[in-house]
């Protein structure tokens, strides 16, 4: 098979990419604009691999995505590129919308009019909106997004249904809980909390840190995305969690704890705006119709994440200067510190 990925070059994607690159037949084909988040670093293990093919380019250049999928020709797409982070998403939410609804829609077309025979979506646990406990989100839920990334990520999700249902595009859309792991550019909760504990710095945690999130580790993520690309049934949805939620300030704790560094580094900021108190999702339909299971437990998974930080700080180091240190004053400099008992 010949497989479009879009977004290879950013945390997931490279992942995806680096593992069907190891462990399958097929032909890569990624295309990525590079954004700030993507990072050709991340695939210099596929680099030189005749299977593989570097294109850079924007999912919204109509002529440029439609060339490439008549040249191609690929059995199949697998979506990831998108505006990632909520943070980014409520500072400047143009971008975002941009490239998760009308770039997704761009690919869609693209893939209807050349007859592709499988669409992917990646979608979020974060279009389901925050769930009171012991509620647990099932692919039949109500879509409830907050933020302008949630809302961008469930339009883009409803397009790609709409493309099914109208058009009959073979499409599947995975919707994953947060995902952790090597790669992972540091604007995100873990790895953030990573650099900044292994470089002395404060934590910063938004609110009182009592927000859940379901961790996922990113090879289970990749897995659950090629179990539904090669099994999924045409037109369904599956979500794919790690089946590990935990309050925010526990994960940072744990970080602490595992880099050795003391809980007086923790500070508590001002809370982000609409921040959704929690997300949890069932994936017991893809581990009934694939037999996927998320293999790695977190403490584990975070050591490992760890580990991979403190043995690659030239690529912290290199994603951290320059428009990080801008960012960095934009999101956290305007927050106050707040003090909660610990
Ligand atoms: P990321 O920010 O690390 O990478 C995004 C990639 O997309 C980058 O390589 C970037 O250069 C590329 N990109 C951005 N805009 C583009 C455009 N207009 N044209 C072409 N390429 C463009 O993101 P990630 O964390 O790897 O997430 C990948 C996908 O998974 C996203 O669709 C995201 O919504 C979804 N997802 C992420 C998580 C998570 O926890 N990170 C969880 C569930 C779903
Ligand atoms: P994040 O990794 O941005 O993922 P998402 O918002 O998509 O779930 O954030 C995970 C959680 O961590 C979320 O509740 C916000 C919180 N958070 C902090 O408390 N401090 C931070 O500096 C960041 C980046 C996140």
Redo the contacts with the bound molecule.
């Keep these: 098979m010949t497989i479009l990925v879009t977004g290879g070059a950013g945390f997931i994607g490279s992942g995806f990419v680096r593992l069907l690159i190891a462990e399958s037949a097929d032909r890569v084909v990624n295309l990525d604009k590079l954004t700030y988040a993507g990072n050709l670093e991340s695939l210099a293990s596929v680099d030189a691999n005749p299977r593989y093919r570097f294109v850079r380019g924007d999912i919204c250049d109509h002529a440029l995505v439609d060339a490439l999928v008549a040249e191609e020709r690929p059995d199949a797409i697998v979506h990831f590129a998108a505006e990632?982070?909520?943070?980014r998403s409520i500072l400047s939410p143009e971008p975002v919308v941009e490239t998760n609804v009308r770039g997704t829609f761009v690919l869609l077309e693209a893939a209807r009019r050349r007859g592709v025979a499988r669409f992917l979506h990646v979608s979020?646990d974060?279009v389901y909106g925050s769930l009171a406990a012991p509620l647990e989100a099932t692919e039949e839920f109500p879509l409830n997004p907050s933020?302008p990334?949630?809302a961008s990520k469930a339009g883009s999700d409803l397009l790609a249904r709409a493309y099914f249902t109208t058009y009959r595009l073979p499409v599947v859309i995975t919707r994953a809980s947060?995902n952790y792991g090597p790669y992972q550019f540091p604007?995100?909760?873990?790895p953030?909390?990573i650099a900044n504990a292994l470089d002395n710095q404060p934590?910063?945690?938004?609110?009182d840190?009592q927000?859940?999130?379901d961790w996922l580790y990113v090879e289970d993520h990749c897995r659950g995305i090629l179990a539904a690309l090669r099994k999924g049934r045409d037109g369904e949805i599956y979500n794919i969690g790690g089946n590990r939620s935990l309050p925010?300030l526990n994960?940072?704790r744990k970080v602490l704890a595992a880099t050795g560094k003391p809980e007086s580094l923790i500070q508590f900021?001002t809370d982000?705006p609409g921040?959704?108190r929690r997300?949890a999702l069932s994936s017991e339909k893809l581990m009934r119709e694939t037999g996927w299971r998320p293999a790695m437990d977190f403490e584990t998974g975070l050591a490992s994440t760890i580990d991979w930080y403190r043995a690659n700080s030239a690529w912290v180091a290199r994603v951290r200067s320059g428009e990080y240190r801008a960012y960095y004053e934009r999101?956290?400099g305007g927050r106050a510190v707040v003090s909660y008992e610990l």
């Design positions: 990632s982070h909520v943070d979020t974060e933020s990334y949630s947060n604007e995100k909760l873990i953030l909390m934590l910063p945690v938004y609110g840190g927000q859940v999130r925010n994960v940072v900021v982000r921040h959704d997300y999101n956290y």
